[in-house]
Nanobody
């Protein structure tokens, strides 16, 4: 089975930066679609950045130019560098991976942007 654990969240001032990490462990191999999602209180979970198995990356319009998704397949890890953070970026951030037609989710990490 596959387990995902996010880390790197915290409190940051507007304009600041954070780097989120997600480590996948267990019975996973190869290059698989991975992504970052977020959910703010009272709102539906939305995608932030998605990377396909072929390397295609899609960003939500709200984060384009500010966030960067990357991965280290050898380490089964995916990262999200967040720059120029805004209060509206405040949410719980989740990573996921699709492996053998199954979607696996992490527990989430809180990101709070406030002055």
């Amino acid at each position: 089975q596959v387990q995902l654990v996010e880390s790197g969240g915290g409190l940051v001032q507007p304009g600041g930066s954070l780097r989120l990490s997600c480590a996948a462990t267990g019975s996973i191999s190869g290059i698989n679609p991975m992504g970052w999602y977020r959910q703010a209180p009272g709102k539906q979970r939305e995608y932030v950045a998605i990377m396909s198995s072929g390397g295609t990356i899609n960003y939500a319009d709200s984060v384009k130019g500010r966030f960067t998704i990357s991965r280290d397949n050898a380490k089964n890890a995916v990262y999200l560098r967040m720059n120029s953070l805004k209060p509206e970026d405040t949410a719980v951030y989740y990573c996921n991976v699709i492996f053998r037609m199954t979607v696996y989710w992490g527990q989430g990490t809180q990101v709070t942007v406030s002055s």
